[in-house]
């Protein structure tokens, strides 16, 4: 599985336009702690549903998509996070050492 870099206001749209299941990936790249939960994260994701978009967010980089993405889906802002997306809603908002791919994948089932 690839990730999808999240990059721009027209891709959340069009996660919030997605009828089935979406996931982001809210990452910095300064913090030792998220670079270890993206770790974690990639060793198991392959464990998803091979037709499930993985985005993934450089939120230093792009800090207005991470705050439009808090914004859109009704979340804290954190980092790292992950983010569940079903038809438009966040079902499952995960962060730091709480990252699953494991309960990802029961919220799935």
Not at 46 to 69: G, Q, T
Request: hydrophobic letters at 40%.
């Amino acid at each position: 599985m690839n990730w999808k870099s999240l990059d721009s206001a027209d891709q959340v749209e069009a996660i919030k336009q997605n009828e089935g299941y979406s996931l982001i990936f809210k990452h910095s790249t300064r913090c030792s702690i998220s670079m270890m939960a993206k770790r974690r994260f990639e060793m198991d994701m392959d464990k998803l549903p091979a037709d499930m978009p993985l985005y993934f967010l450089d939120l230093i980089k792009y800090r207005d998509i991470s705050s439009l993405v808090a914004q859109d889906f009704q979340v804290h802002h954190e980092s790292p996070q992950m983010l569940l997306i079903k038809d438009g809603e966040c079902i499952l908002d995960q962060s730091h050492g709480g990252i699953s791919v494991e309960e990802a994948l029961e919220v799935l089932s």
